[in-house]
């Protein structure tokens, strides 16, 4: 688990509109440019935000997938998905 | 020398300007920064000391600091898309400089950024309180948002220490502090409210940060706002180390006004200045 490679990729997802566009459009070769891993491409993929806030990802830069409803999550989707994740705080 | 002559602490919504430019001046949010901009107006300052917290747009995890401070003739923003207008922002370059300077001397290692733009946490404040008046200001950086957050006691330390700094400038300057965020504030997280992006998981937690201020018994907040208790109030509630800065700056007296919007977990308030 990098970490420090998806928060890259949704910062730049923000600051560069040719990544976003081509994270909507080409999500593997947006991840392809980034220093993830093999199981961060896969929560990626299966939109498995639990999984990724739980192994540290942070959620300001994690909900970054509901502006654009980045691989397919949208905002309803990361909600439920979200409060299901395990939290130190609760 | 030059001399602190108010505080404000505010909050920076990102939706709070694009809000009010849809409902019209008589709004809740509207009303309130103008009593605010009121009083920075009435301070007849020359310069704004803004305290608050970049959200991953300015400095990021290539190069994170916990403080840091903007020395430069000018700056701009927003950075980060939020729906407002843009603005080119005048820097008190001399003032940021002394102030790092001091500030560094006195233990305090605050990172140097001199080609910089600011984010929403500056901007909306900017936004409502100075884009008329457009008074430069001094952009100081504080980390509330990512963990581990410096101490609450540190954050009053580094006020305590820019006062006396301010103080020492060789300048007339009249200084108004502000310090910006919420005390209780989820975004994309668990404790966000269900369906929606964020929320205020703990109101009792604000409403209580109020009540200590208001009563200026800023030792027992300090004590109580650990790093987990800031947690439990959501992600964003470490932006309270933004107004612990700003009332030390101002010396650490009761506030004049304090208007609080339970709901968004996060207050408006003016100091006086303790002399």
Redesign the interface.
Not at chain 1, 58 to 63: E, N
């Given at each position: 688990m990098s970490v420090?490679g998806i928060?890259?990729f949704f910062?730049t997802c923000?600051?560069d509109k040719a990544f976003r566009a081509l994270a909507l459009d080409a999500p593997e070769a947006a991840m392809a440019k980034m220093p993830i891993t093999d199981e961060e491409k896969q929560a990626l993929r299966d939109g498995n935000v639990a999984w990724l806030?739980e192994h540290g990802v942070?959620?300001?830069?994690?909900?970054y997938l509901?502006r654009w409803n980045l691989f397919g999550v949208t905002?309803?989707l990361?909600?439920e998905r979200?409060?299901q994740?395990k939290?130190w705080?609760? | 020398m030059a001399e602190i002559v108010a505080g404000i602490g505010v909050p920076h919504t990102p939706v709070f300007p694009s809000q009010v430019a849809r409902k019209g001046p008589d709004c809740e949010e509207a009303r309130l920064y103008g009593e605010i901009e009121a009083h920075l107006r009435d301070a007849k300052a020359d310069v704004i000391l803004l305290f608050s917290n970049d959200?991953?747009?300015t400095f990021?995890?290539d190069n994170f600091p916990l403080f840091a401070i903007g020395v430069a003739p000018a700056t701009s923003g927003p950075n980060?898309?939020t729906p407002m207008p843009a603005y080119e922002v005048p820097v008190h370059e001399p003032l940021a400089a002394h102030l790092r300077r001091s500030g560094v001397l006195a233990g305090f290692d605050i990172a140097l950024t001199q080609e910089f733009t600011l984010d929403h946490a500056f901007m909306v404040p900017w936004h409502f309180l100075n884009a008329r008046l457009r008074l430069p200001i001094v952009p100081f950086f504080i980390d509330g948002?990512?963990d581990p957050l410096p101490g609450a006691q540190r954050a009053w330390d580094l006020g305590t220490v820019l006062r006396e700094a301010i103080q020492a400038y060789p300048g007339r300057e009249r200084v108004v502090a502000i310090g910006s965020g919420s005390f209780s504030l989820?975004?994309?997280?668990?404790?966000?409210d269900?369906?929606?992006?964020s929320g205020t998981p703990d109101k009792a937690w604000s409403a209580h940060i109020q009540t200590r201020m208001e009563a200026g018994e800023y030792r027992q907040l300090i004590a109580e706002a650990t790093g987990?208790r800031m947690?439990?109030a959501g992600?964003?509630a470490g932006e309270l180390l933004n107004w612990l800065a700003m009332i030390a700056t101002c010396g650490g007296g009761k506030p004049l006004t304090m208007k609080p919007q339970i709901d968004h977990g996060h207050a408006f308030g003016v100091w006086s200045v303790a002399s």
């Open positions: 420090y928060h890259k910062r923000l600051h806030y942070h959620a300001f830069l994690l909900s509901t905002l309803p990361y909600s979200i409060h994740a939290d705080r609760l | 959200h991953f747009n990021f995890f980060d898309q948002f990512s989820e975004i994309g997280g668990p404790l966000a269900k369906g929606e992006r987990e947690a439990r992600n964003a």
